[in-house]
């Protein structure tokens, strides 16, 4: 809500007016009171924003599907956005592979893991 206050002015030479109006008015914000607690903020994780990050494409993905099922076509503008998109998901993938096979490798023994090595060096030569 904004409250308004007013100012006259008078002059020495003119008698003062029976009512006074406002010649000018001064409006002047109102604070206004939180309602209930401030929140607490925290940083989001890695783990977090990949998650948000994710979601978000998802829809997006799903926006475009639903227009071109229509028989809409994408503006060039939408079709770099999905391009962009596949090309994230594609080195998410990736990235998801590597650590799928870095985890695999961490449970093997070392007996196991000196044969897979004799292995890929026997492929090699």
């Known amino acids: 809500m904004l409250g308004i206050q007013s100012a006259t002015t008078e002059t020495a030479d003119s008698p003062a007016p029976e009512v006074e109006r406002p010649t000018r008015r001064i409006i002047t914000g109102k604070k206004r009171e939180m309602m209930g607690a401030p929140a607490i ?12 990050g994710n979601s978000i494409m998802g829809a997006e993905l799903q926006r ?12 060039s503008e ?6 962009g998109y596949n090309k994230a998901v594609s080195d998410l993938r990736k990235d ?7 985890a695999s490798l961490e449970n093997l023994s070392d007996d196991e893991l000196k044969d897979l090595a004799l292995k890929v060096i026997g492929k090699k030569k």
């Open 41 to 52: 903020l925290r940083g989001l994780t890695l783990d977090e924003l990949a998650d948000i």
């Open 64 to 75: 475009f599907k639903l227009k071109v099922s229509k028989g809409a076509p994408l503006t």
């Open 96 to 102: 998801e592979r590597a650590a799928k096979r870095e």
């Open 78 to 83: 939408e079709a770099r956005i999905v391009q």
